[in-house]
Structure formats: structure tokens, C-alpha cells
């Protein structure tokens, strides 16, 4: 399929400098621009990242739950 559209002279001269740098013809860039916006992501760019996930936290940090006692009791919702 072939399809023509006019762009602005800012956005053209923006796609022809970006292809340039990333050393890919303009077509290519926009494929690639309209297949990342088309396409559902995938699982694996929805997960955390290994860093994130291989992430074990501070030991000398105090547990969450030991700054239970220091919190104000709930209040009593007000019906009326």
C-alpha cells in the first residue's frame, strides 16, 4: 500500500534529521514510528525491569509495619 501525505516543512526536515542520525532511510523511521504506535505492547515491555525486579532493598532499612504503632486510629465516618 502506498500513501501520500503532506507534512509540515518543520516535521519533514525533523524525520530527515532524525533518520540521518540514526543512520535509516526516512520510510524505515516512519514504518517503525507507526508500528510502535499500531501494536498493542508486548508482555514483556508491560513487566519491571530486571534491575527493578532483581532489586533487594536496604537491610538497615526499619520494616514498614514498625511505624504502625506511631499512625492515628481511623476516624469514624460521619453518617449525617
Same mark, same amino acid.
Given at each position: 500500500?502506498?500513501i501520500t501525505?503532506?507534512?509540515?516543512p518543520d516535521?519533514e #526536515?525533523? +524525520?530527515?534529521?532524525q &533518520?540521518? %542520525?540514526s543512520n535509516?532511510?526516512?520510510?524505515?523511521?516512519?514504518?517503525?514510528?507507526?508500528?510502535?504506535?499500531? #501494536?498493542? +505492547?508486548?508482555?514483556? &515491555?508491560? %513487566?519491571?525491569?530486571?534491575?527493578?525486579l532483581?532489586?533487594?532493598g536496604?537491610?538497615?532499612?526499619?520494616?514498614?509495619?514498625?511505624?504502625?504503632d506511631e499512625?492515628?486510629?481511623?476516624?469514624?465516618p460521619?453518617?449525617?
Open positions: 500500500m502506498q501525505i503532506d507534512l509540515p516535521l #526536515q525533523d +524525520l530527515i534529521r &533518520a540521518g %542520525q535509516v532511510p526516512v520510510q524505515t523511521l516512519i514504518l517503525q514510528a507507526l508500528r510502535q504506535i499500531t #501494536q498493542p +505492547l508486548s508482555v514483556s &515491555a508491560s %513487566q519491571w525491569p530486571e534491575t527493578i532483581s532489586y533487594e536496604t537491610t538497615d532499612f526499619p520494616a514498614f509495619e514498625s511505624y504502625r499512625l492515628l486510629p481511623p476516624r469514624e460521619e453518617l449525617f
